[in-house]
């Protein structure tokens, strides 16, 4: 069973920064491509980021596009954040999948995280 461990969310003035941290264990983490979702309350969980398994091709949304960079490791992933603003105040989710599309999608998401808050004071 995968199991997926996130650190490194918290509070933070706008304009900082953060670095969240997911470790994959319980299967090979080469064969996974990887994903961050958010999602506020009350609404909708939404895609932030992703890269594939060989770590090659990077996908992010539109809102955290030249702040936000996502890279992986051994069997970790990062989502650095840059430049943060109270709108992405969430709880950010790690995913796991090995059909890149489905990831990206968000529909039949593989493994989720248990989440980890990220609040943007302004």
């Known amino acids: 069973q995968v199991q997926l461990d996130e650190s490194g969310g918290g509070l933070v003035q706008s304009g900082g920064s953060l670095r969240l941290s997911c470790a994959l264990s319980?299967?090979?983490?080469?064969?996974?491509?990887m994903a961050w979702f958010r999602q506020l309350a009350g609404k909708e969980r939404e895609f932030v980021a992703a890269?594939?398994?060989?770590?090659?091709t990077t996908n992010y949304a539109d809102s955290v596009k030249g702040r936000f960079t996502m890279s992986r490791d051994k069997d970790t992933v990062y989502l650095q954040m840059n430049n943060l603003k109270p709108e992405d105040t969430a709880v950010y989710y790690c995913a796991a999948d090995q059909n890149w599309y489905e990831l990206v999608s968000g529909t039949r998401v593989d493994y989720w995280g248990q989440g980890t808050q990220v609040t943007v004071s302004s």
């Open positions: 890269v594939s398994r060989g770590g090659i």
């Open positions: 319980g299967r090979t983490f080469a064969t996974y491509a």
